[in-house]
């Protein structure tokens, strides 16, 4: 299936900027990644001789999904942590209008006695924050013209599309490549974060979604990370492997091919939807989700 024409209504505050010299620099102060996130499928509750509890955000959670845990943490009622973002006083970039998502880092958090929703989300922006700005970059370092929040966002992505840690590298020069060239990113993810969903299966009647994530319609980054990204995807956001891959899909596990030849992605994808029973699939840049 042919590609989707990008729209006419780019979001002007995610919209990468190419440079005079047709290069990309990154404007940001500085990034680091420094420290061990943990990244486990559930949450994990470790009891102590004083009660004293540990929380467990896995890399490449929704914001929606450490809110839950948390409820569940201090035994409260689902919703009341979602309730609390605005009460909390968390300390995020101005781009992000008061939404946590992206910085909710991954990481075991202790849970005290006199735990509150509002101390444990402060607790995982401090610790994003630690994480993102502690650090200038490399002096003459070529990046992507974008600030921190932007670079979150970056990784957000790589954290939802990449098979595994190896193919990061190369998910993050497939949107750097794409942003270059004034391609939309047509990436399932972010198209599945705006229809509040996970799955394998994307239409191409969800393709027309009228969604600010949908970046098979919308030009440049969606206007927020799409989850909360671990080290490794934020170190392939500033540090893409070199290349000039424009596609990519996970025709099955352990095998994402990555091509910069349109065809080929078109025969990629034909196989992947083979190898799905023969339901067809819009041919997404990314691994279907």
Same mark, same amino acid.
């Given at each position: ?8 209504? /780019? ?30 499928? *559930? ?39 979602? !309730?609390?973002?605005?009460? @909390? ?14 910085? *909710? ?15 444990? *989300? ?32 970056? @990784?957000?992505? =790589? !954290? ?13 020069? =497939?949107?750097? $490549?794409?942003? !270059? ?10 198209? $599945? ?18 969604? /600010?994530?949908?970046?098979? !319609? ?19 956001? *500033? ?9 990519? =899909? ?22 992947? $939807? ?16």
């Amino acid at each position: 299936m042919q590609m989707n024409s990008p729209s006419r209504k /780019p979001l002007r505050r995610t919209t990468i900027r190419l440079t005079p010299r047709g290069r990309l620099t990154l404007v940001a102060a500085g990034f680091v990644v420094a420290g061990a996130a943990v990244a486990v499928p *559930l949450l994990t509750l470790h009891g102590a001789a004083d009660r004293s509890t540990t929380l467990v955000v896995p890399e490449g959670w929704r914001a929606s999904q450490v809110y839950d845990a948390v409820d569940k943490a201090l035994t409260l009622p689902a919703g009341t942590t979602r !309730q609390s973002v605005g009460s @909390a006083g968390l300390e995020l970039p101005g781009e992000a209008e008061g939404n946590p998502e992206g910085y *909710l880092f991954p990481a075991t958090y202790p849970v005290a006695r006199d735990a509150t929703p509002q101390s444990l *989300l402060r607790s995982m922006v401090g610790t994003a924050h630690q994480r993102f700005d502690k650090a200038p970059l490399a002096a003459g370092a070529q990046r992507d013209a974008m600030n921190v929040y932007q670079a979150v966002t970056v @990784a957000s992505i =790589v !954290q939802a599309e990449a098979a595994n840690k190896a193919d990061m590298g190369k998910v993050a020069r =497939v949107v750097f $490549n794409r942003l !270059q060239r004034g391609m939309p990113l047509q990436m399932d993810a972010t198209l $599945n974060y705006g229809l509040d969903r996970r799955t394998l299966d994307t239409t191409v009647a969800d393709t027309r979604s009228d969604s /600010p994530y949908n970046s098979y !319609q919308r030009m440049g980054l969606p206007p927020t990370p799409i989850d909360n990204p671990g080290e490794d995807a934020m170190r392939a956001a *500033l540090n893409p492997t070199p290349g000039d891959w424009l596609y990519f =899909v996970t025709v099955k596990p352990g095998d994402t091919r990555f091509t910069a030849d349109y065809a080929e992605h078109q025969r990629n994808v034909a196989e992947f $939807n083979a190898l799905r029973g023969g339901a067809q699939q819009p041919s997404a840049v990314g691994r279907p989700r």
